[in-house]
């Protein structure tokens, strides 16, 4: 199957629709994710076992699931008729008769005052939020902050310490292809479900529930289906290294090919939501396409008075570099403007009617 991050990518405008087979954006009707205050710091970096599906060399797939499986929590969800028909195919919009809804996905603790890591498009219009933990104990739960652009979510839970049992987050930029992977979650509503498998590939590129691009996503073919949104992605030591959130499939089931968004995005997200900012990211306001053997990335469009138009980008422009380094790919280019803040100066090396000359471009601020 192509990979969602072979079609057209725009920075910071919209993602255009994904080339071959059907994309369920989302896992279902729901989910979250979860990790401590002092997790949100990764802990230093420490030699990588086996692989978790093996039972040497690293912690079993049992030691993993009863080290982790009391921070995870089910996700329950009453939405408001005005949320609309889950584009993740979960089925949990409204019916446009002004009744609620319910979805349900998975999430995991993040630290002891009660904070739950989840998917943006779990909680999306939520009128209502409770939150099961793995003794069957149940507590209603607060969104404390979203960010659609990268679809984390951070919410507060209201229970006992006793309850909360925080994971620990890992660097997702120390994992590697073939690393085995853990998922734990509530698939089809099946609370406390674990599957398992391997990164398949790292650094792909996929849709927010706002139509921007998430680059980075950790790509693993460990079985995840509607339910498991929100959930952890676990390495072969139990600590966080993303949270469950895509499929690619025809079927609308699990085909092999899920992607979680890396623990060092859920992180910096995550801390700042719990600090009450709203999360901004960088903005370019263009479509890019790869540009194919001759190198670099084709502006296909540009947004009417956005920064890189202002700037002078136009349509047709070829992308070379980006402050002096080469640019490859769409990929490439989205990965470079999202690590810039808003108001950030870039400059890009464009090749237009044979010539080459460099365009400094403002970065703005992504819109919502």
């Known amino acids: 199957m192509t990979p969602r991050r072979t079609s057209a990518v725009l920075v910071a405008v919209a993602v255009a629709s ?70 993740f195919g979960g089925g949990n919009g409204g019916n446009g008769s002004g ?30 939020i409770t939150v099961t933990f793995a003794d069957g104990k149940t507590a209603s739960a607060k969104v404390v902050g979203t960010d659609p652009s990268t679809d984390v979510a951070v919410i507060k839970v209201d ?23 853990v998922a734990i979650g509530s698939p089809f509503g099946l609370e406390e479900s674990v599957t398992t498998g391997i990164v398949s590939a790292l650094n792909r590129t996929i849709q927010a529930p706002n139509n921007f691009t998430i680059s980075g996503a950790i790509q693993t073919d460990a079985a995840i289906n509607h339910g498991n949104s929100g959930g952890p992605l676990l390495d072969s030591s139990g600590h966080v290294i993303g949270i469950n959130s895509q499929i690619e499939s025809d079927s609308g089931g699990n085909d092999g090919v899920g992607f979680s968004i890396p623990s060092s995005m859920v992180q910096r997200v995550a801390q700042e939501l719990i600090s009450g900012g709203k999360v901004a990211h960088a903005y370019l306001g263009v479509q890019l396409t790869d540009a194919g053997s001759g190198g670099g990335v084709t502006v296909a469009q540009t947004v009417a008075s956005g920064p890189g138009a202002d700037a002078g980008l136009h349509t047709g422009d070829v992308v070379t570099a980006i402050d002096g380094k080469t640019v490859a790919s769409s990929d490439a280019l989205v990965s470079a403007v999202d690590s810039h803040k808003p108001g950030d100066q870039i400059t890009l090396t464009v090749k237009r009617g044979g010539n080459a000359s460099q365009i400094t471009v403002k970065l703005g601020t992504r819109p919502n």
Not at 166 to 175: K, R
């Open 99 to 128: 009744q609620e809804s319910q979805a349900e996905g998975s999430g995991f603790v993040i630290d002891t005052d009660g904070h739950v890591a989840t998917n943006q498009h779990v909680v999306d219009g939520a009128t209502s």
């Open 18 to 87: 994904g080339a071959g087979g059907a994309a369920v954006y989302g896992l279902a009707g729901g989910g979250g994710s979860s990790s401590t205050t002092t997790a949100l710091a990764a802990p230093a970096p420490t030699p990588r076992p086996a692989a978790a599906v093996k039972t040497s060399g690293g912690l079993s797939v049992n030691q993993i699931y009863r080290q982790a499986n009391p921070g995870v929590v089910d996700i329950k969800v009453r939405q408001s008729a005005s949320a609309g028909t889950d584009q």
């Open 159 to 181: 229970a006992p310490k006793s309850e909360l049992h925080p994971l620990t987050f890992d660097d997702s930029n120390g994992v590697e292809v073939g690393d085995g992977v």
